[in-house]
């Protein structure tokens, strides 16, 4: 069990500085099955196998939640950065894919920056805030954090 707190960072509110996204890219994040119970699928759109973002020039980034069970959290910002100082790359957060009946979003996007001259593989991390729907009995719901990474500029 974890006994610190996650850094949660705001994502910028506002585009990053110069950035003009002419591409998007779409990543997904669902619960799934196999023989030793639920996994956890993550994937850039056309990317098999990568479960991280890769900002490969300035991108418009859209994280979509599948699944009847995922919705992005109510209490928490869909997405938070680990580090304080990513407004530079990463902004103007928009909300999408409004589920009246849960009261709760599908899906996020946002404007990535590329990082030209950075080093290869550098690895920004992020959170991806999430409630996870119990309906067994009465309906409940259970936040989560998951946690994969942007990599930008990509190895």
Known sequence: M??????QFPLGRKLPVAARPE?????????????????????????????????????????VLRGEQLFFSKA??????????????????EYGQ??????????????????RGGKRGATHGFNVNVDLWQPNGKPQWIGLTIDPDIKN???
Request: with cysteine; charged share 25%.
């Open 153 to 155: 500029p990509p190895p």
């Open 2 to 7: 974890l006994s610190c707190q996650l850094a």
């Open 23 to 63: 591409s998007k890219l779409v990543f997904t994040i669902a619960l799934g099955t196999d023989e030793n119970g639920v996994t956890l699928i993550m994937q850039q759109d056309g990317k098999s196998g990568q479960d991280y973002i890769a900002i490969e020039e300035d991108t418009m980034v859209e994280i």
């Open 76 to 93: 928490y910002d869909a997405i938070t950065m680990k580090e304080s100082d990513l407004e530079f790359f990463y902004g103007a957060i």
């Open 98 to 115: 409004y589920d009246c009946d849960a009261d709760r979003y599908k899906s996020i996007s946002f404007v990535a920056r590329y990082n």
